[in-house]
């Protein structure tokens, strides 16, 4: 059974920092792994989506990394603002199952 | 293209009533999925539609929960005499794909459901 962890469970940094949050799964026979931003009471928005095949994916100042032989996903956050606070969770997509397997979320905090 | 579209985003019930929330996806997107997430967990997958048709149902769908997309086009979750349990904001998300791809799933910004 698919598990997806995330650490750490929360996070604080100095603005303008650049910082990574992390992903593991459990069984690398995913289909793709995405990560998105929840902001307090809202919904999920996507950032990237990173299929099976590729290594990474960028989206201005984010970068998603992807190494599925070891069961890891990173997000790397260049320059950080007090903007980028909130939650970011990752989920993977297997290959027979049409769920989204989810993480429990990174809370991020950017200190002015 | 307006995004997926949930409402009522907030609803206190008493327990033991009945409620319903509806999403409206993004047009011509013929997945939907309904996912439950509690605060501080990552979210729960409900079911999923491919048009109308239901495909595929979770174990955390008891009895009291009935979903539909009667025309393939907006869905509803109704909850049967809910219990203080089932408080959760609950999402809808759509995508456009006809087997499993890697085409972006897309949330609404959820209904908010406390049982009191």
């Known amino acids: 059974k698919q598990e997806v962890t995330q650490i750490p469970a929360a996070l604080s940094v100095p603005e303008g920092e650049n910082l990574v949050l992390n992903c593991s799964f459990t069984?690398?026979?995913?289909?793709?792994l995405q990560w998105f931003r929840q902001d307090p009471g809202k919904g999920l928005t996507s950032l990237l989506l990173?299929?099976?095949s590729q290594r990474e994916q960028t989206s201005g100042r984010l970068n998603a990394s992807l190494d599925k032989s070891s069961g890891r996903s990173t997000l790397y956050i260049a320059a950080s603002q007090p903007g980028d606070s909130a939650t970011y969770l990752c989920?993977?997509?297997?290959?027979?199952?049409?769920?989204?397997?989810w993480g429990a979320g990174t809370k991020l905090i950017i200190k002015p | 293209d307006t995004g997926v579209s949930q409402n009522p985003r907030h609803k206190i019930t008493k327990r033991g009533q009945n409620v319903t929330f509806r999403c409206d996806p993004i047009?011509?997107?013929?997945?939907l999925y309904w996912y439950r997430q509690t605060l501080g967990q990552g979210p729960e997958f409900l079911t999923y539609?491919?048009?109308?048709?239901?495909?595929?149902k979770s174990r955390l769908l008891s009895d009291r929960f009935s979903a539909e997309r009667p025309k393939g086009s907006f869905s509803t979750l109704e909850i049967q005499r809910t219990e203080q349990g089932d408080s959760a904001m609950y999402l809808c998300?759509?995508?456009?794909?006809?087997?499993?791809?890697?085409?972006?799933?897309?949330f609404g910004e959820g209904s908010w459901l406390t049982v009191v």
């Open positions: 998300a759509s995508s456009l794909e006809w087997v499993p791809s890697g085409n972006t799933i897309y």
């Open positions: 047009s011509e997107h013929n997945r």
């Open positions: 539609f491919q048009n109308e048709a239901q495909l595929e």
């Open positions: 069984d690398s026979a995913i289909y793709n």
């Open positions: 990173i299929q099976s």
């Open positions: 989920a993977v997509r297997e290959g027979s199952n049409y769920q989204l397997i």
